[in-house]
């Protein structure tokens, strides 16, 4: 089992930044690939990033390419997103999850990761 708890998330103006944690207990958080997702209400949940077990792979979704930064510090079984220029309409509950298994062709669905945080909510006001 692996225990997943986000922090961080809060009230941010347009154009702000935001870094949300994800720290991990339980088993090894090393072995997984870490990844962050969201949903807005009334909307599926979405993906936004992941990272590999060893930090060496990233993918991010298309819609925060080049504003969100994905990052690991399995020293501290801490997993992070940073994330800057917000918009509005990065509103959304943000979760972590994690996943042993992580291919260049799955990373995006939810249905493969294992493991899931209760999620912390970000809001963007414009």
């Known amino acids: 089992q692996v225990q997943l708890v986000e922090s961080g998330g809060g009230l941010v103006q347009a154009g702000g930044s935001l870094r949300l944690s994800c720290a991990a207990s339980?088993?090894?958080?090393?072995?997984?690939?870490m990844g962050w997702f969201r949903q807005a209400p009334g909307t599926e949940r979405e993906f936004v990033a992941v990272i590999s077990w060893n930090g060496d792979y990233t993918y991010y979704g298309d819609s925060v390419k080049g504003r969100f930064t994905i990052s690991r510090d399995n020293a501290k079984n801490t997993g992070y997103l940073q994330m800057n220029s917000l918009k509005p309409e990065d509103t959304a509950v943000y979760y972590c999850a994690a996943t042993l298994f992580l291919s260049n062709n799955n990373y995006h669905l939810k249905s493969k990761y294992d493991y899931w945080g209760q999620g912390t909510q970000v809001t963007v006001s414009s």
């Open positions: 339980g088993r090894s958080f090393s072995r997984y690939s």
